[in-house]
């Protein structure tokens, strides 16, 4: 599967964005959305499970963030609002058959990117002023 993520740019503090991810086969796979910052380590955001549309997300942008998916158009799509400065970052998805999730010690939820095996190429997001 290749994947073609887009939909980033400039976005002003508390303003709203969507991004996109297409990809011929999409359908068939479970989706993850990550990001890196510069100095940052790469971070997962999102991730929805193909059998059941399940939902997952990251402590940081839940409530702000919405993953969804068209199946008639095989395009995800990652909802993002209320945007703040330490979301800027390059914005991935990824696609994968069989995906880890694991729970931290403090009961927060962790998608193991390794588990992954196609992604984007990544489209950059700017949240300032």
């Known amino acids: 599967v290749q994947l073609q993520a887009s939909g980033g740019g400039l976005v002003q503090p508390g303003g709203s964005q969507i991004l996109s991810c297409t990809a011929s086969?999409?359908?068939?796979?479970?989706i993850g959305w990550f990001r890196h910052a510069p100095g940052k380590e790469r971070e997962w955001v999102s991730y929805?499970?193909?059998?059941?549309?399940?939902?997952l997300y990251a402590d940081s942008v839940k409530g702000r963030f919405t993953i969804s998916r068209d199946s008639a158009k095989n395009t995800a799509y990652l909802q993002m609002r209320d945007l703040k400065p330490e979301d800027t970052a390059v914005y991935y998805c990824?696609?994968?058959?069989?995906?880890?999730?694991?729970?931290?010690?403090?009961?927060?939820?962790?998608?193991?990117?390794?588990?992954?095996?196609?992604w984007g190429q990544g489209t950059q997001v700017t949240v300032s002023s």
């Open positions: 990824a696609a994968g058959l069989d995906i880890k999730v694991t729970m931290a010690a403090n009961g927060s939820l962790r998608v193991d990117p390794l588990s992954f095996s196609s």
């Open positions: 086969g999409l359908n068939y796979e479970n």
């Open positions: 929805m499970r193909r059998s059941d549309g399940g939902t």
